[in-house]
């Protein structure tokens, strides 16, 4: 999947959870993600944060670093 595809993908989450407590909306972007990616998908987000994590939102940035 292409870098800006799967960027959008996880930033649409982290909309919708933004309207959440903080900590609420992370741990609920964290369980999207866990419950709805595959393991290829988690892979790919978490080399492009690894490499700096442009474009994502901080809730996606935060919910990928919460251990599983």
Same mark, same amino acid.
């Given at each position: 999947?292409?870098?800006?595809?799967?960027? @959008?993908?996880?930033?649409?989450?982290?909309?919708?959870?933004?309207?959440?407590? !903080? +900590?609420?909306?992370?741990? %609920?972007? *964290?369980? @999207?993600?866990?419950?709805?990616?595959?393991?290829?998908?988690?892979?790919?987000? !978490? +080399?492009?944060?690894?490499? %700096?994590? *442009?474009?994502?939102?901080?809730?996606?940035?935060?919910?990928?670093?919460?251990?599983?």
């Amino acid at each position: 999947m292409k870098s800006e595809h799967m960027v @959008h993908m996880a930033n649409q989450i982290a909309q919708f959870f933004a309207a959440y407590p !903080h +900590e609420e909306a992370v741990a %609920g972007v *964290a369980d @999207h993600l866990k419950k709805f990616w595959e393991p290829r998908m988690l892979r790919q987000l !978490h +080399e492009h944060i690894a490499q %700096g994590g *442009a474009g994502l939102h901080a809730l996606v940035l935060e919910a990928a670093r919460k251990p599983n």
